[in-house]
Each structure stands twice: as structure tokens, then as C-alpha cells.
């Protein structure tokens, strides 16, 4: 069991020196480490990594760092001075300088490695050896655990530079793709859905590195100009950051026995997993056969609530295989992300994404993910027959399980006593023919109109190919009237307040993140901390200007434009 330190956090954390002294470093003192592992860091090359559960590894700070942002909300959170982030030694060390940081803060981070699945089936050549081995945190280097007001948070850098897992990269994350991950996590962490947490934000006033992307206004399906990007370090923040595909890494190599600590180094992540994640709601007494079940049935829970919270909002992972897919149950990895702006089932913001990845096709991808998460669970109740049955038994109520999740989620979108598949059925077809904006759409709709007026706010230019304007109207008119029927006795003002609790008025829109992080690479940082600030209330009625700013259809210029609409990667 993990030492849970008794610490009064001080009225405000305002210096390195005060961070310093919530520094509990559980997992490189309690895992094993690589034994080929150098305890400087000096780990920066391409190479396998055979066992262990960590590799320790020295940050490469970034040249010059300016700051750039904070996440302000959960500063506040953890008690942290907004002060702090502009401060010299917290931005040393939160852009990968750790050779002066106080005691019992440490001067070397840490890699973690993880198996690969797509879509539930086992890969390795993404790996360069062709073996698994070399697989995972390429250019994310953990450096902290702090436990503050009884919570332990990992922070850990993301473009810190090269590991042993980089696969030939730089290491380096760029300034674009840095923007868009640090305001989606705060985004999605206001719209309550389960998310790792944005820290800081650095960028380098001197070091670039060239990328692949898209020229101004092109509708490539791939990147077609290589451009040079400043490089920046992103901080996020989560109680770990332990993946299925880590627990796949080491059940793979207990399986297959390839060394003799394999069996034990696959117990001690799941044991160290239920401490890390789930110690609130697993009886630590339990014999670890008890505890593989009660994690199965937990994790199931929260995968299921996650991908439905995901729907609600209008988000798409994109890339929702195994190694993206946090075992806390929780959003992780903002590569090809994004927000829909059309209703479209089959949305998928990455071009190698395929549908398997699509917007409604999410809860499949996630039982795939959780197939993969029992499958490697399986090795530790080889012996147990009665607690292998019980984990097999709650595999197969994962669809049960997800449509109860969606129902639910449904209902509550439309405000709704109880589910209605056909109501739902009969919008979805509504929706995909108008066409309509997502967001918007269900705002209207939770402000209980008259008649179908303000819904027209949400509708999209009509394709020649729909019904006739006045055949789709009469039937948003008979749709609307139904749905009206369905959630009395309630009054408008007490549907109306309950569905604006759960429906948006604000969404991070991808065409709004371009100009943001565009100007950010110019020096200007002013766009950026206004849609923070934006996207930090997605469901307050903000100033009028700021509505007519961020609550509005996607123009029609920018649909199709390679970096607005669609990406191949997100560096």
C-alpha cells in the first residue's frame, strides 16, 4: 500500500521551496526500475527496454523559455499563487531544467513503457525493434508526485525531449500542438468530464524544429509543407498516468514468460494501479485476485461513463487506442482530437483514423480497449478459476453496461424522464439531414422554444440533395412538439435550467484554436488566454461580445481546410 502523507497544505503554495515539500515520489519508489537504467537520466537514445516498470531519465530543457499560460483553475485547486508560474525557478523547472530544484525534489524524471493495441488487436511493428520493446513515452517525461490536500497528482512534461522510447524523434513537442492540448484539457475538465489537467505552458523564444503541416488554406488530406515551429513544454496533471497498454506491456511479457520477474512486474503495476487510481473505492485488504475483479468492475464503470460524458460534449479522441486510453478512467492524450462541429456519426478529426475511431463508433473502440485491459489481467487468476469467471462475466456486460451509460447520458441531453429511442432515433435522422451544429443545436433546444425558429440557429446551409425546406420543417415542427410532450410536467424554466447544466454553450472549436495558437507563435498570447477564459465557463452566458465571437456557426470558408476541418498528426 502506498504511504499516504498527513500534510496540512499552507493557506497558498507560492515557491518551488513550499511545492517541494509535498514531493512523494510513489511509483520510481515502490516499482522496479530498468536495470540498464543509468540513475543520472542520461537516457536519451533509441534503444529496447526488456524489464522494469520505469526508466529514470534526465529532462532536455528547451532554449530561452518564455512563459505563456497557466491553468488558473487548477492552480486555484491546489492552493498554488498564480505568481508561481511566471516565477524563474518553478518555469526552470517546468521546461525540463531539474538540476537545481530543492530537496526531496529529485534531478531525474522518469519514462514508462507500454504495449500498442489498435481496435483490440496486439501490435508490435510500431515498435523499431519489431519486439515491444520499445514502445512508449517517447517525448513525455514524468518529474514530480506531489500529494496535496490528500490527493496525489504526477506531473509530467510533455516535448521534455528524448527517452529511450522516442523512436528516433526529437523529443520536442511544437508550440501549435502544445496550445491545443493545454486549453482542451482545462476545457474538458469545466465541462465536467474526467480529464488529465493542464499546469503550465513554455515556449522557447529561440529553438524550432520543422514539422510537416499544412500551407495556408489547403485542403491536402496530408500535410504538404514542412514549416519551422517553435518548441514548447507543456505540463499536464493527473493522480498517474498509467495506461491499459502499460498493463498490456507487462501482461504480454508474463504470458510469454520472457524473464523471470515477468508474473511479478505485471502484479505490482495493477496492484500499484488500484493503490494510484481506485484505493478510495478497492478494499486494500482484499487478496489481489479480489482486487483484479473489483478494478475490472470499476474501471468498466468509468470507461463507460467517460465515453458517454465524451458524446455529450461533442468530443472525438480520434486516436482511441490502447496506449491512449487512461486504466483511471479518464481523457488522456489530446493528439488528433476534436470537437464536432456538424453533426456527423462517422466524424473523425484524424485522417488515419478511420471510422472504427468515428464520433459514435466511440463505445466500440472502447470495448476494445477493455477487451485488451481483462485480457491482460488474465495472467494473475490463471489459478483462479472462480475469479477468472467473474472477470470474464463482467467483459461481457460491457455493452449492457454502455447503453445503460448512453440512456442515461440521452435522457438527460434532452432532458428527458426516461430514455426515448425512437424521439432520439428520429433526431439523429433530423440532424444528419438539415444538417446541424452539435453545440449549438442542443443550447437552443435547452432554452425550451415555441416553435422551431431558434433551433434554425443551429442549421447549416442545406445541401441540394435534402428534402424539400418546408417538408424538413414540418418535420422539426412534429419532432419538436413530441418532445415537448415528453418532458412535462416539468416548467420551461426548471427543463430549461436542468439541460443548460449538461449542454454547452461553448465548445473548443478547432478553427478557433488556429488563429490562437498562430498569433502565440508570433509572441501574441493574447487570443490564447481569452479563449481559455472562455472555455473555462462552456456553460455560463457570457458577455455579448463574447457570444457573438464563439457561439456561431463554423464559417463555410474553413470547411475542408487541412489544420481547421482535419489533421494527419499533431506534433
Not at 169 to 185: I, P, T, Y
Not at 419 to 445: N, Q
Not at 550 to 561: C, T
Amino acid at each position: 500500500m502506498l504511504k499516504r502523507p498527513s500534510r496540512e497544505t499552507p493557506t497558498m503554495v507560492s515557491t518551488l521551496d513550499d511545492l517541494a515539500k509535498f514531493a512523494d515520489y510513489s511509483l520510481v519508489d515502490t516499482l522496479n526500475c530498468d536495470p540498464e537504467g543509468k540513475a543520472n537520466g542520461a537516457d536519451h537514445a533509441p534503444r529496447q527496454v526488456f524489464s522494469g516498470h520505469y526508466v529514470p531519465v534526465k529532462p532536455t530543457p528547451i532554449e530561452n523559455p518564455e512563459y505563456v499560460a497557466h491553468g488558473q483553475t487548477l492552480f486555484h485547486e491546489l492552493g498554488f499563487a498564480d505568481s508561481m508560474a511566471r516565477s524563474n525557478d518553478f518555469m526552470r523547472v517546468f521546461s525540463g531544467d531539474l538540476s537545481h530544484v530543492p530537496e526531496p525534489m529529485r534531478t531525474v524524471g522518469w519514462a514508462c513503457g507500454y504495449a500498442l493495441s489498435i481496435y483490440g488487436t496486439e501490435y508490435t511493428q510500431q515498435c523499431p525493434f519489431q519486439t515491444g520493446n520499445g514502445y512508449g513515452d517517447g517525448r513525455a517525461i514524468s518529474v514530480l508526485e506531489a500529494v496535496i490536500n490528500g490527493q496525489r497528482w504526477e506531473m509530467q512534461l510533455k516535448g521534455g525531449g528524448r527517452t529511450p522510447y522516442c523512436r528516433g524523434a526529437d523529443g520536442r513537442a511544437v508550440l501549435r500542438s502544445s496550445v491545443r492540448e493545454f486549453l482542451a484539457q482545462e476545457h474538458m475538465h469545466a465541462l465536467g468530464v474526467p480529464t488529465s489537467r493542464s499546469l503550465s505552458l513554455y515556449v522557447s523564444k529561440t529553438e524550432k524544429v520543422r514539422r510537416p503541416w499544412y500551407s495556408e488554406g489547403s485542403r491536402s488530406t496530408n500535410p504538404d509543407v514542412l514549416v519551422s515551429e517553435p518548441v514548447a513544454v507543456s505540463t499536464r496533471v493527473a493522480p498517474s498516468f498509467i495506461r491499459v497498454g502499460q498493463i498490456e506491456l507487462f501482461s504480454r511479457r508474463a504470458r510469454k514468460n520472457e524473464h523471470p520477474q515477468a508474473m511479478e512486474e505485471l502484479e505490482k503495476i495493477v496492484l500499484h494501479l488500484i493503490d494510484r487510481e481506485y484505493g478510495d473505492v478497492i478494499d486494500q485488504t482484499l487478496a489481489t485476485a479480489e482486487k483484479v475483479v473489483c478494478l475490472a468492475r470499476e474501471f468498466l464503470s468509468r470507461l463507460t461513463a467517460l465515453v458517454a460524458d465524451w458524446i455529450r460534449v461533442g468530443y472525438c479522441q480520434g486516436n482511441f487506442n490502447s496506449d491512449n486510453c487512461a486504466a483511471g478512467g479518464f481523457t488522456l492524450d489530446y493528439g488528433p482530437f476534436g470537437f464536432c462541429d456538424v453533426f456527423d456519426p462517422h466524424y473523425q478529426p484524424w485522417t488515419g483514423g478511420g471510422q472504427h475511431f468515428s464520433f459514435l463508433n466511440q463505445p466500440v473502440a472502447a470495448e476494445r480497449n477493455f477487451q485488451m485491459f481483462c485480457l491482460a489481467l488474465k495472467p494473475l487468476l490463471t489459478e483462479d478459476l472462480d475469479h477468472l469467471q467473474q472477470l470474464d462475466e463482467i467483459q461481457r456486460d460491457f455493452p449492457k453496461v454502455m447503453r445503460a451509460q448512453l440512456e442515461k447520458m440521452w435522457a438527460s441531453k434532452l432532458g428527458l424522464p426516461t430514455f426515448d429511442g425512437d424521439l432520439l432515433s428520429e433526431l439523429g435522422s433530423l440532424m444528419a439531414k438539415t444538417p446541424v451544429d452539435y453545440t449549438i443545436f442542443f443550447r437552443e433546444l435547452s432554452g425550451v422554444p415555441d416553435d422551431i425558429g431558434p433551433l434554425k440557429n443551429s442549421f447549416y446551409r442545406r445541401s441540394t440533395y435534402d428534402a424539400a425546406p418546408e417538408e424538413m420543417d414540418r418535420r422539426w415542427s412534429e419532432w419538436l412538439t413530441k418532445w415537448k410532450s415528453l418532458t412535462e410536467p416539468r416548467s420551461r424554466e426548471e427543463l430549461s435550467r436542468q439541460m443548460k447544466f449538461v449542454n454547452p454553450k461553448y465548445s473548443l472549436r478547432e478553427w478557433l484554436v488556429v488563429p490562437a495558437y498562430q498569433q502565440a507563435m508570433a509572441g501574441d498570447y493574447s487570443l490564447l488566454r481569452e479563449l481559455q477564459e472562455v472555455m473555462t465557463q462552456p456553460y455560463a452566458e457570457q458577455s455579448k461580445d463574447v457570444e457573438e465571437k464563439y457561439y456561431r456557426l463554423k464559417p463555410s470558408e474553413l470547411f475542408g481546410v487541412g489544420g481547421s476541418s482535419h489533421y494527419s498528426c499533431s506534433s
